[in-house]
Structure formats: C-alpha cells, structure tokens
C-alpha cells in the first residue's frame, strides 16, 4: 500500500514528469482551481469530478490524462479503475478528500511549506487528520462497475 506521496510520485513517473523529491508543496496552490489545486500540482495531472456517465451518478473523481495512452497506463500500473474510451482514471478517495479539504482550507504545512496533513471535510466527529504519509489505495468496487 502506498502512502499519498509514493503515490504522487509514482503517477508524476508514468507520465514522465520530474519527481517531488518526497515531499508535497503547498507554495503556488490555489483554492479550487483544476490546475493549481494541491492534488493536480502533485500529481501533475487536472483532477475533477467524473465526466464518465457511468461514473457521474456517484460522487467518484478521477484523474483526467491529456490522452488515452497514459490514462490506460496510470489505471494499469497502479490497479486503478480507467476509462478505456476516455482519458479519465478514477482517483482513491484520501487522495479526494485532500483535494476537498483544500478548497476549504483544511490542510496543514509544516514550517518549510509542505505539506503536513488534512482534515476530512466529511468526517461525522471532525476528528480524522491524515498526514502525507497516509496510505493510499483504491477501495474494491462495490458496484462491479468497471473500466
């Protein structure tokens, strides 16, 4: 299982794109925008909500690839559900759930400007922080919908 930056990395690498050097930066994010957000800068890649009409009817994210090629290969590396007429790969949800709480101001960095951790926006006792190193995987489809 991989930790949100291994997890980073690892996508920035499929699409041949420099490394993050094992940390998360916060400098020149911005609030819910595709491209400067927090999860698009580390990932390297615009993320959304799901344009695939399969997929819209939940609340699912996905990573969006500027072709299809690299999408097929970031959902088949790393076991992820992908569109294989589209260039959308499906995003795990702690890796949403920064995203979501960076729009709403509820990330932390540490003194160097990094990264740090998050609250979960939707967390019912407002008490679950994860940190950068949080374990990141794609939870079993309970709704055998596939790619």
Known sequence: ???????????RV??????????????????????????????GVRVGQSCKRRWRC??????????????RRVGIVLGLDWCPTGREVRLPWPVVDLEVAASKGLVESDEMGWLAGWW????????????????????????????
């Open 14 to 43: 499929l699409q041949d794109l420099p490394g993050l050097n094992g940390v998360i930066t916060l400098a020149g994010t911005e609030r819910d925008d595709v491209d400067k957000g927090v999860v698009p800068q580390a990932l």
């Open 58 to 71: 939940r609340p699912w994210w996905s990573m969006f690839f500027d072709d299809r090629l690299t999408a």
């Open 120 to 147: 979960v926006p939707d967390d019912p006792k407002g008490e679950e922080e994860l940190v950068a190193g949080h374990p990141v995987r794609q939870p079993p489809n309970p709704f055998g919908i596939g790619p």
């Open 1 to 11: 299982m991989a930790s949100l930056i291994e997890f980073a990395e690892e996508v």
